[in-house]
């Protein structure tokens, strides 16, 4: 499975994504709705994509690491790529990522397997709803297609045009437009260094520095 997966209709024909959340840390509709219409606009999918949701128990942890974030998938995920039907998993999780803790720059979504997502819904609230902030549903949509590009085969959106990744400068301009101050180019330079040194199981990730 790789991003020509999601990309083509050739291997899989339908989508199925499975949002997981603990109660308190759902996606708003809006972000389930830009998701849907993202992907429905890059991706082949002539059976359909589809979004199935579920609340989860809390793991009661206050940071989560990439291995804690696995291991939950791996007890947790019900929809499995099966036939023509692929399916990704997005948790959106009760915490801030571990490997931010003390530090300026706080981590708001990763892309750590090669279809699953995690979004730390803790750190987005505390980014968003403010006076001069972008709306919690606006920095929910911006994050998770940030990720689901880097599972679609982009490392980092900002350096991609239509020459690259065909279809994809709207996109680009769009996440601009939505959050011009995401990414600063420290955080450019930390995608592009994560990919190659996580280029055998990728881990990407977005964040803001404080």
């Not at 990439?66 to 997005?90: G, M, P």
């Not at 892309?111 to 902030?133: N, R």
Request: hydrophobic fraction near 30%; aromatic fraction near 10%; charged fraction near 20%.
């Amino acid at each position: 499975m790789g991003p020509n997966s999601f990309l083509a209709s050739g291997s899989y024909d339908k989508l199925i994504v499975e949002v997981q959340y603990v109660n308190g840390s759902e996606p708003s509709p809006s972000t389930i709705s830009n998701v849907v219409s993202f992907l429905q606009a890059h991706l082949n999918k002539p059976a359909g994509i589809s979004v199935v949701q579920k609340a989860v128990s809390s793991p009661g942890k206050s940071t989560y690491s990439v291995a804690d974030i696995t291991t939950f998938e791996s007890h947790n995920r019900t929809q499995l790529t099966k036939d023509k039907t692929l399916t990704a998993y997005v948790f959106f999780a009760d915490g801030d990522y571990s490997e931010t803790v003390g530090s300026s720059s706080k981590v708001l979504g990763i892309a750590y397997q090669k279809s699953s997502i995690a979004i730390f819904e803790k750190t987005i609230k505390s980014f968003s709803g403010g006076i001069t902030q972008p709306t919690s549903g606006t920095l929910e949509s911006t994050v998770l297609e940030h990720e689901f590009g880097h599972v679609l085969g982009l490392v980092n959106y900002l350096f991609c045009n239509a020459n690259s990744a065909p279809g994809y400068g709207p996109w680009v301009s769009l996440q601009q437009q939505r959050l011009p101050y995401v990414l600063s180019g420290r955080d450019q330079r930390r995608d592009r260094e994560s990919y190659r040194r996580h280029s055998a199981r990728p881990r990407f990730k977005i964040a803001i520095t404080t």
